[in-house]
């Protein structure tokens, strides 16, 4: 089956842009979406598509896409935004499956 | 408000059975494809079933294929996981999320959008 890889952690300085990547052979043939999610809370839906933020996400969030990479880019990283991060897609290796990144761990210094 | 809230998580032996609702409200559940996810202590998130609106199509990791069955109920705006022969590594918050499929000039994509608070099963003797 398909794999996702993500670093596991990134820092950025407050107000500072920071690109989190998400890898695999799956992203060639779709959108990855991402979720944000805190200590103890569920993940939220964060960016989706090609580069779509469901409603009360702030714009500073945004996504793009190259070949096999996946990114989400936080411009002007608050503090609130310290929180992992993860990618899905679907399986593309012929398996119905559903694919997530190991999850990336933002801190905001 | 689109709600969607599981339930039926507790502690069970290894070898044992548990099951999972997750009820939905705020939106028309009979339209929409749902998913369980779920996330052992301090690991990543692991997606373990789909089922589509209907019922008919069904999918599952394979972690837990031939183990977990999942199924919905419509009428009652409800989701279900029936978790068999449960093992340790199954210990994990499980969430159901709704699932989103749209299409793009470049082709279909999927998301899921609405996320439940989660249910924790341990299993544990």
């Known amino acids: 089956s398909s794999e996702l890889t993500q670093d596991p952690a990134v820092s950025v300085a407050l107000g500072q842009t920071v690109r989190i990547t998400c890898q695999g052979d799956s992203l060639r043939s779709y959108y990855a979406s991402w979720y944000q999610q805190k200590p103890g809370q569920a993940p939220v839906l964060v960016i989706y598509g090609k580069n779509n933020r469901p409603s009360g996400i702030p714009d500073r969030f945004s996504g793009s896409s190259s070949g096999n990479t996946a990114s989400l880019t936080i411009t002007g990283a608050q503090a609130e935004d310290e929180a992992d991060y993860y990618c899905?897609?679907?399986?593309?290796?012929?398996?119905?499956?559903?694919?997530f990144g190991g999850g990336t761990k933002l801190t905001v210094l | 408000e689109v709600q969607l809230v599981e339930s039926g998580g507790g502690l069970v032996q290894p070898g044992g059975s548990l099951r999972l609702s997750c009820a939905a409200s705020?939106?028309?559940?009979?339209?929409?494809?749902m998913n369980w996810v779920r996330q052992a202590p301090g690991k990543g998130l692991e997606w373990v079933s789909y089922i589509s609106s209907s019922g008919s199509t069904i999918y599952y990791a394979d972690s837990v294929k031939g183990r977990f069955t999942i199924s919905r109920d419509n009428a009652k705006n409800s989701l279900y996981l029936q978790m068999n022969s449960l093992r340790a590594e199954d210990t994990a918050v499980y969430y159901c999320?709704?699932?989103?499929?749209?299409?793009?000039?470049?082709?279909?994509?999927?998301?899921?959008?609405?996320w439940g608070k989660g249910t924790t099963v341990t299993v544990s003797s």
């Open positions: 899905n897609s679907r399986d593309s290796s012929g398996n119905p499956h559903v694919v």
């Open positions: 999320a709704r699932d989103r499929p749209a299409e793009s000039p470049n082709g279909w994509y999927y998301y899921m959008d609405v």
């Open positions: 705020g939106f028309t559940f009979s339209s929409y494809e």
